[in-house]
């Protein structure tokens, strides 16, 4: 087949209108399939970073709406294999205009560095978060967009919260996964809000002292508060980030369903295209018989000729997915951090692949019956 190579590029390139048309339908489909399967990939497939693999988090059972004794933390620092207990509030607040979103977090100073250890932070800076109480440290993704800098005053003004929190830049970290979230101190907040919300937190985040002991963690201190006011569910910090996004409904299938629904009308349109192309080329087909092309050789040229096309969109599809992915990384992210999105080189390979079978599915009905039709019938055929 590789013979009739510079044939099958000039012939699949005879209508250009139609064939430009056809690599840009596919590599709109395949720019779109590629950005839900990176979706997909980073969510239920990837594996969680070391350090997050080893955080868990404890909340409420009956949602993380509903918050939870700050004074569990002692019974959860007691179960076997964990290292650090942090309880943390989610703030929330409006930061100017609310269209500025990001994560806020008030957490305590002295365990912070600890349980999230992929934290990179100058010691200087870290002294300063521990001895300012209204100082605050924010991630290099917030620097970039709002231009924060050491020594910045701002204001964020509650709405789950009847209190505004003023605060100080002292500290800047970096963090490849998670750079769009503020951290303040949780005994400032605990100093304004009114008294019957001081003994209680959002949740506690636990830091194992290795990933396999995370499941058994998890079951015993669920276990502790089984009988309490206020049961727990623990789970891996993974976990948690995609309870979030389940929140939204069934976010599993509505990507699985999407991607199909996508592979279907690219397969729809690449037919259409390959009948109309086929139609026009039934006297074509003869001639080519007639000068020695064998049957297959007929139906191998016309399936690659449409394979070489959803090829291009397809490759055009992979680069269009890498921007419109880089253009979502920096999108602001409040639970489910964005920065760690990407195209994985098996899904780009596994997009082109989809293309070109989608390309050859196909082109097999209307290239079988062409290359079937007798010498005589063919050279007679007009439309």
């Not at 669920?222 to 980030?241: I, V």
């Not at 999108?331 to 999105?341: C, E, F, K, R, S």
Request: net charge positive; aromatic share 10%; hydrophobic share 50%.
């Amino acid at each position: 087949m590789f013979r009739y190579l510079p044939f099958i590029l000039k012939s699949s390139m005879r209508s250009r209108r139609r064939s430009l048309l056809t690599v840009a339908s596919a590599a709109i489909s395949l720019c779109l399939l590629g950005t839900l399967m990176a979706i997909y990939h980073a969510f239920y497939v990837e594996d969680a970073p070391p350090q997050q693999a080893l955080r868990v988090i404890t909340r409420n059972r009956v949602s993380p709406a509903i918050s939870v004794p700050i004074s569990y933390r002692d019974r959860i620092q007691q179960v076997r294999g964990v290292v650090d207990v942090m309880p943390f509030q989610y703030f929330g607040g409006i930061y100017k205009e609310p269209r500025n979103v990001f994560a806020r977090y008030a957490v305590e100073p002295e365990h912070l560095w600890k349980v999230r250890s992929d934290l990179a932070v100058p010691e200087d800076q870290k002294r300063a978060f521990q001895r300012e109480k209204r100082g605050c440290v924010v991630g290099r993704g917030l620097v970039r967009r709002y231009g924060f800098q050491i020594g910045d005053r701002l204001t964020l003004k509650g709405d789950i919260f009847p209190v505004n929190v003023d605060l100080v830049v002292v500290g800047i970290y970096d963090n490849p996964s998670a750079a769009d979230v503020l951290y303040f101190r949780l005994d400032y907040l605990i100093d304004l809000v009114p008294e019957r919300r001081r003994n209680k937190v959002f949740a506690f985040e636990l830091l194992a002292d290795s990933a396999d002991a995370v499941p058994r963690i998890c079951r015993d201190v669920d276990e502790l508060f089984r009988n309490s006011t206020a049961a727990t569910k623990t789970e891996a910090e993974r976990a948690f980030e995609l309870g979030f996004v389940s929140l939204l409904g069934n976010v599993k299938g509505f990507l699985v369903s999407i991607s199909l629904a996508l592979t279907f009308t690219l397969l729809l349109v690449t037919a259409n295209t390959t009948a109309i192309s086929v139609r026009e080329r039934v006297r074509e087909v003869g001639v080519l018989k007639v000068l020695g092309f064998t049957t297959p050789a007929i139906l191998g040229i016309i399936v690659s000729e449409s394979a070489f096309l959803t090829l291009l969109g397809g490759i055009l599809g992979c680069s269009f997915a890498w921007l419109l992915i880089s253009l979502i990384r920096k999108l602001p992210a409040v639970i489910v951090p964005l920065a760690g999105l990407r195209l994985d080189p098996v899904v780009g390979m596994l997009l082109i692949l989809i293309g070109v079978l989608v390309g050859m599915a196909s082109a097999l009905v209307p290239a079988w019956g062409a290359a079937r039709t007798p010498i005589l019938r063919a050279l007679r055929f007009t439309d």
